[in-house]
């Protein structure tokens, strides 16, 4: 089960851009829980009003957990280029949410239509590569396309392609998220 301390280092970490005093001590929380030290990747998502805000995340684990979370939760706030910077005045309008990805398997399937079946609706994030094309949904994204074509659709426009890009066989791969979501003023700062 997801850990609500993952919101708080996401929150710490956004306003530590805003105030010194919401720095803290990693070594000490990495002590208290182990499982931030382990190598993890992880999506910070804001929402504003129930809109996208900013979502920064890691697809592959590559560094500690912990450092993945704060990274990203910086990065989404400040560092998302669809968006400018957080202020302040928004952060009580906020959402946040992170999410903590498997790792991602290759997904065998012969063409489109075998595509469409393999893929589990509100289950499975998505990764299309197909030479310089790359594009992730997570699992999230079923609520606002809820069939397996619209996703893939969506996807491959996110890519940088068109949904033609799947008769050229891209290699898919799918992943499972554990995520935790909320207000952003009920969250509790470290």
Same mark, same amino acid.
């Given at each position: 089960? $997801?850990?609500? #301390?993952?919101?708080? #280092?996401?929150?710490?970490? $956004? @306003? ?7 720095k803290f001590d990693e070594d *000490?929380?990495?002590?208290? &829980? ?39 939760? #910086? *990065? ?7 968006f400018k910077p957080l202020s ?6 906020? !959402? @946040? ?5 498997? +790792?991602? +398997?290759? /997904? +065998?399937?012969?063409? &489109?239509?075998d595509l469409v079946k393999k #893929?589990?609706? !509100? $289950? ?22 809820? *069939?397996?074509?619209?996703? /893939? ?10 949904? *033609? ?14 995520? $935790? +979501? ?7 700062? /470290?």
């Open positions: 089960m $997801i850990d609500s #301390i993952l919101l708080r #280092i996401a929150k710490s970490a $956004i @306003l530590s851009r805003f105030d010194d005093k919401y *000490s929380l990495t002590n208290k &829980y182990p499982f931030l030290a382990k190598d993890g990747a992880a999506f910070v998502t804001l929402k504003y009003d129930s809109n996208l805000r900013g979502c920064i995340g890691s697809i592959i684990a590559h560094t500690r957990l912990l450092d993945d979370v704060m990274h990203n939760a #910086i *990065s989404a706030g400040f560092g998302d280029p669809r302040p005045e928004e952060l009580s309008h906020l !959402n @946040l949410e992170v999410s903590v990805l498997s +790792e991602p +398997e290759v /997904l +065998e399937y012969e063409n &489109y239509k #893929i589990r609706p !509100n $289950i499975d994030g998505l990764i299309l590569k197909h030479g310089r094309y790359q594009g992730t949904f997570l699992p999230q994204v079923w609520e606002q396309l809820p *069939s397996a074509e619209l996703f /893939l659709e969506h996807l491959s426009m996110k890519a940088g392609a068109n949904p *033609s890009i799947y008769q050229e066989h891209p290699t898919i791969y799918r992943y499972g998220v554990e995520h $935790i +979501e909320e207000k952003f003023d009920k969250v509790q700062a /470290l």
